[in-house]
């Protein structure tokens, strides 16, 4: 079996553009990595920055696709880069990398993910149980079918990962700072179809309006770059129809 | 103010109206057109003026919301003052088409 790790036979190297600097501004900076048969964007950062430059800034922590921590723009789209393949992006051997955008950048590529998280609480985006509203678990147990239309519902987004592709890629976040954006939408309407879930209401009336659900243009960039496959854009959409009819009074 | 609330209101009322209005063109030139027969169809038909008042009501609303969102995304324009602004334009534009249409049914 081939080692995975050793460079490929051409002895090819990647060319690797880096964004580096912070809040104040910053620049590319080009460095050489050795092309290998088989490896991740996240692999080269972390070879750069145990081979080339100890100082460079950026973040990861499962490095199999599950805590949403090592998202980055990569070649102008924004990838979760443990998962993301540099064969798949970088044919021609060329990476350039740059911190994920709309949000505050602390260093290199590490971003400050503060007001993406703060947007998921003003989302109401934490569970409520209905018959605990303190927090504490519910004495029974709560049995929703597999199969009911609302469990799947929830099921559809209860996926996410955290990662903030889907906030990086959304223009209405760039144009309205506001906006709750994607992720914590999704969010909300993963909770609002939980039959479990207490705060229907006020989640409801927390994601309407122009900070909210009906900021979204409906562009599906979230849908098409999440890299979960969830559908944040049809989460949105939901959530519009759901507080259509909940405005006069009807609610399913 | 619920904009978003009229937005969706005026835009099913226009999709349904918009259709009512070409189809009505459509069978309206069939036997040539002429403002004679434009007008002996409109005189005095209270149906058409709330066809058309109703209609030019939610193009004008429908239309300042939606440049209410352009302004406030591209040239940063927000706040209730420019929302009274915005409904304000709406309902004037509202005027001049609801006032052509009693133009036509009372002429
Ligand atoms: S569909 Fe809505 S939430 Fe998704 S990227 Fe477009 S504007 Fe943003
Ligand atoms: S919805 Fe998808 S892209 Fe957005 S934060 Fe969750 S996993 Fe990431
Ligand atoms: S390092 Fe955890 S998702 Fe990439």
Redesign the interface.
């Known amino acids: 079996m081939q080692d995975r790790s050793e460079p490929a036979p051409t002895g090819a190297v990647l060319q690797v553009d880096v964004w580096r600097g912070d809040a104040s501004g910053g620049e590319l900076r080009r460095y050489q990595v050795p092309a290998r048969e088989n490896q991740t964007v996240l692999d080269v950062v972390t070879h750069i920055q145990r081979e080339i430059e100890p100082d460079l800034a950026y973040r990861f922590a499962c490095r199999v696709g599950m805590c949403g921590s090592c998202a980055m723009v990569v070649n102008g789209r924004a990838r979760w880069t443990c998962r993301t393949h540099v064969k798949k992006v970088a044919a021609d051997g060329v990476l350039e990398l740059r911190p994920l955008a709309n949000l505050p950048v602390i260093r290199d590529l590490a971003t400050d993910m503060a007001p993406f998280f703060d947007k998921w609480a003003r989302a109401r985006g934490t569970f409520q149980p209905k018959d605990a509203p303190d927090g504490a678990v519910p004495a029974e147990f709560h049995v929703v079918p597999p199969s009911s239309p609302k469990r799947q519902a929830a099921d559809a987004g209860i996926e996410c990962i955290g990662c903030g592709v889907c906030y990086a890629s959304c223009d209405i976040v760039a144009w309205n700072p506001d906006y709750l954006g994607p992720a914590a939408l999704n969010r909300a309407w993963t909770l609002v179809n939980d039959v479990r879930d207490g705060a229907r209401q006020p989640r409801l009336d927390a994601v309407k309006g122009d900070a909210g659900c009906h900021a979204c243009h409906s562009t599906q960039s979230c849908t098409e770059r999440c890299p979960k496959g969830l559908d944040p854009s049809g989460a949105v959409a939901g959530l519009k129809r759901t507080l259509f009819w909940n405005v006069f009074g009807w609610d399913r | 103010m619920?904009l978003?609330?009229i937005q969706?209101v005026t835009a099913m009322w226009l999709a349904f109206a918009v259709l009512v209005h070409l189809v009505t063109i459509l069978a309206a030139v069939q036997g040539g057109l002429s403002a004679a027969e434009i007008l002996d169809r409109t005189r005095g038909s209270l149906g058409w003026l709330g066809f058309y008042a109703a209609f030019a009501l939610a193009a004008g609303l429908h239309g300042a919301i939606g440049l209410r969102?352009v302004a406030?995304?591209?040239l940063g324009w927000?706040g209730k003052r420019l929302d009274a602004a915005w409904v304000a334009i709406g309902l004037l534009t509202a005027g001049f088409g609801i006032s052509a249409a009693y133009g036509l049914y009372a002429a």
């Open positions: 619920r978003w609330v969706r969102a406030a995304e591209w927000r």
